[in-house]
């Protein structure tokens, strides 16, 4: 079903710009302002210059920062800190990391993945399904920065299906007691390591293992939908027949199964007003059963422990979300009473705690659009309740983490997923290889 390309992918040469690890960087959409300052500043050749540069005074259509970033691109091209590889390659990439938020004695992970160029494929299709919707703000900013570089900086993240690890062992073995030739920790001092495999054989192997199955995108949804368009575009230049670069797009394969991939919560922390405590018993006490957790000042930071740890023990069996309110010296869970529970036959998509979440919380707490509109969102449990301990936030409402097979009946039913409901980890760094759409 999916169609995996072996491709030429263009990797820094590491003779011209030094260590990888001052080239590359975290997906664009997760880089704030002072990120980004800090990356173009680290080196002349970071790949930030070309995945998200800055506005300048006087642009213009045809002087700004994708047209800067192409001209860039041919440079770096030119004097060879850029080069295309000779042979056709997948490339295995690993990622080793200790889960951010977890306890400090968390074993450490590693997730097990591939960089492949896949055949692009409408989304109605049944071959590459999306779970997440998209906002058309960022598809205009990616389409740009596409027409102008026609090169992927970055990778779509996607997911298939494979309990037995059949891919991943055919890559593994293809590269068994090679030292990876990229082998540094980055910011995060996650351990990244990618190796280049061409043998043909290895090659067509997994391009077969991969035929019969669907991909899942887990993060990128923006990046493909505007690999879509840029597609379209280019047919429509009159393009001669055949398969060409602009119908693949970059994506990082991951096993739905890997048992290095994390799935974050992102919580919710409202800034409006809300209801007295009183009130939000009355208002949700009908619905759910609510259970509190008074603290002291002394008691605080114990009873913290034991109420995050009550929400995600009870929470593996009914859907249960976490409470605090600005001024008030307890958490409380709040967990779904049965008669309110979606009954067997609800989509996919209702099933979900964030569905609920929004449906029989935020919604009665925060009942407009502009009281929903100014919310914050964290994946960090303990930043959710500083906020509200601090007066950033007027509460603060913690959920479980979706779960993988949960996004996969949501996409496999040809729903969207609301808004912020899943952080996939450990997010694929851009710059470590990139791929040509000419």
């Not at 301990?389 to 409402?397: D, H, N, P, S, V």
Request: hydrophobic fraction near 40%; charge should be neutral; charged fraction near 20%.
């Amino acid at each position: 079903m999916a169609k995996i390309i072996p491709f030429h992918g263009m990797r820094y040469d590491t003779t011209i710009v030094g260590d990888v690890k001052q080239v590359v960087a975290p997906p664009y959409d997760i880089i704030d302002a002072a990120g980004q300052k800090a990356l173009h500043d680290r080196h002349p050749q970071n790949i930030i210059r070309l995945e998200l540069g800055f506005d300048q005074a006087g642009d213009g259509p045809t002087h700004n920062r994708y047209t800067r970033a192409a001209s860039t691109l041919r440079d770096w091209l030119k004097t060879g800190a850029l080069k295309r590889d000779a042979q056709p390659t997948l490339y295995y990439h690993t990622i080793e990391y200790t889960p951010p938020y977890a306890p400090s004695d968390s074993p450490t992970k590693i997730l097990k993945g591939f960089l492949a160029t896949v055949k692009l494929e409408t989304l109605d299709s049944g071959l590459i399904y999306p779970h997440e919707n998209t906002r058309a703000a960022a598809k205009t900013d990616r389409l740009n920065l596409l027409e102008a570089c026609k090169t992927n900086f970055s990778p779509i993240w996607s997911l298939y299906s494979d309990p037995q690890g059949a891919v991943m062992g055919l890559l593994e073995r293809a590269i068994k007691g090679e030292p990876a030739p990229i082998d540094f920790r980055d910011d995060a001092g996650f351990r990244q390591q990618l190796w280049a495999v061409t043998d043909p054989a290895v090659l067509k192997h997994t391009i077969d293992a991969l035929h019969s199955k669907p991909l899942f995108i887990a993060d990128g949804h923006h990046r493909y939908e505007t690999a879509l368009n840029y597609q379209k575009l280019r047919r429509q230049q009159a393009a001669p027949a055949g398969l060409h670069s602009y119908d693949g797009v970059l994506m990082l394969l991951t096993a739905l199964e890997d048992p290095g991939l994390t799935v974050l919560p992102t919580h919710r922390v409202t800034t409006t007003a809300l209801p007295s405590y009183d009130r939000v018993q009355s208002l949700l006490g009908a619905t759910f059963d609510l259970k509190e957790f008074p603290f002291t000042g002394a008691t605080q930071a114990a009873t913290r422990v034991k109420f995050i740890e009550a929400m995600r023990t009870n929470g593996r069996m009914v859907p249960v979300f976490g409470l605090a309110l600005k001024g008030d010296s307890r958490y409380v869970t709040l967990s779904l009473k049965p008669a309110h529970r979606p009954p067997a036959q609800s989509s996919p998509r209702a099933k979900l705690d964030v569905s609920l979440l929004q449906q029989l919380v935020v919604t009665p707490l925060c009942p407009t659009q502009q009281e929903q509109e100014a919310i914050l969102y964290t994946k960090d449990d303990h930043e959710a309740l500083d906020w509200v301990a601090k007066g950033t936030g007027t509460g603060a409402l913690l959920l479980n983490a979706t779960r993988i097979s949960e996004v996969q009946a949501v996409a496999t039913a040809g729903e969207r997923m609301p808004h912020k409901s899943t952080y996939f980890l450990p997010k694929p760094l851009t710059g470590l290889v990139v791929n040509v759409m000419e």
